[in-house]
């Protein structure tokens, strides 16, 4: 039945290997990508928000200049400085924590879809109020006052438009005015208020929501929760099985440290590989993005992910690769230690049965016989003679 253990020997070894390379991945990923909060600050340090800031601005400005009568006359400094004022940073992060924590209470079992709700109209009126009053201030200003006939021709004039400043027509009616139109233009947070119905969608109608899409993803995320600790315990087995079946228990160590040590290696060899097809790719991962800022936001924050998992792998292929050279130390120096007392003394017994019996054995001769037997005699001489080592040379007459 020999073979029978080496082939069990065999597999536990392949078990043993996979599951310590799965434990490092399952791992880094619980570690890394399970806690909102440390998502939310890796969004924060690649200037996600500042730059989604800027392509509202982008957004609002386009949608003012080509839906708003008059409208290009506002300046982008304007739109600008009532884009910060209206959407801070603060706000930005607030809302995306919610986003976070509700698709993580989904991903957990804690609901059964995610159950966020950001309301982003009562910002988007502040924007349209700020941009309407500081751009008809400053486009009233220094306006003459128009005539009785201009003033009936200018009635229902745009006021970013008038060449005069109409009777009856004060600078608060017309920001009220051109607020209203901002804050009803297309292209410009058209649906202020997002959803998991919403989100994702564009608009489209018919399209199921991405939680739907997605409806396999908790249980693939709680199990990797779970999966560490499986992958934990089946290595452990794996370790005391192969130390059990193998030949010796010198010989299952060594098995054992083979393992660690080819899996430190791919660990070590996956961290550079990773970081190689990333660098490749990163530059064609949010190509879909139209905003530059915010895609380069995007692929920073992929980074992050990305180096934060390579890190915790790269720990334990460094942590395999001690435990190798550990076991291969011991097994290197306990190679030749000395016998233990017990098998030293029977090892000793046994050398001295052997020596004896190569004597002859003049003690068997019956000494009650009276007199000694002369061919027995002689035989035991005969071989006596024998034993006492080469003869001398002869001289050559």
């Known amino acids: ?32 990508l399970t806690h909102p909060n440390k998502v939310e600050s890796w969004l924060e340090q690649s200037n996600l928000y500042s730059n989604l800031v800027t392509s509202v601005t982008d957004q ?27 959407f801070p940073r603060s706000l930005l992060k607030q809302d995306t924590l919610t986003f976070l924590n509700s698709n993580y209470a989904w991903l957990a079992g804690k609901t059964s879809t995610p159950t966020f709700s950001i309301d982003l109209s009562g910002p988007k009126q502040i924007f349209a109020t700020q941009v309407a009053e500081t751009s008809v201030a400053a486009h009233f200003t220094g306006l003459p006052a128009c005539t ?21 027509i004060t600078p608060q009616t017309a920001a009220a005015e051109i607020s209203q139109q901002v804050a009803s233009t297309s292209g410009f947070l058209s649906n202020p208020v997002i959803t998991a119905n919403t989100f994702g969608t564009h608009g489209q109608s018919g399209k199921q929501p991405y939680y739907k899409r997605l409806s396999k993803l908790p249980e693939a995320y709680q199990f990797t929760q779970k999966l560490p600790w499986i992958l934990g315990l089946i290595s452990l ?43 490749r790719l990163k530059d064609k991962a949010f190509n879909s993005v139209n905003n530059h800022q915010v895609q380069q936001s995007l692929t920073s924050f992929a980074h992050y992910i990305e180096a934060e998992l390579v890190k915790i792998d790269l720990w334990f292929g460094i942590t395999y690769l001690i435990i190798a050279i550990l076991l291969f130390a011991v097994l290197l120096l306990t190679r030749n230690r000395a016998p233990r007392s017990g098998k030293g003394k029977k090892t000793n017994d046994r050398y001295e049965r052997d020596a004896s019996a190569s004597q002859p054995d003049i003690d068997s001769i019956n000494p009650d016989a009276g007199a000694v037997n002369p061919a027995q005699a002689q035989a035991v001489h005969h071989n006596l003679k024998k034993r006492s080592g080469p003869r001398p040379p002869r001289l050559i007459q």
């Open 60 to 86: 609002a400005q386009s949608a003012i200049e080509n839906n708003v009568s008059g409208g290009a006359s506002i300046s982008k400094l304007v739109v600008k400085q009532a884009a910060q004022s209206a």
């Open 1 to 32: 039945m020999k073979w029978v253990r080496r082939i069990l020997v065999c597999l536990l070894s392949i078990v043993l290997l996979v599951s310590l390379f799965g434990l490092a991945l399952a791992t880094s990923v619980k570690v890394s």
């Open 237 to 279: 087995l794996s370790i005391i099985g192969i130390v059990f079946w193998s030949r010796s228990k010198r010989v299952g160590l060594r098995r054992a440290g083979i393992a660690f040590f080819i899996a430190g290696i791919l660990l070590v060899v996956d961290k550079v590989v990773t970081d190689k097809v990333f660098n």
């Open 148 to 168: 009785a006939a201009q003033t009936l021709q200018l009635q229902s004039a745009n006021p970013l438009l008038l060449s005069c400043r109409p009777v009856g």
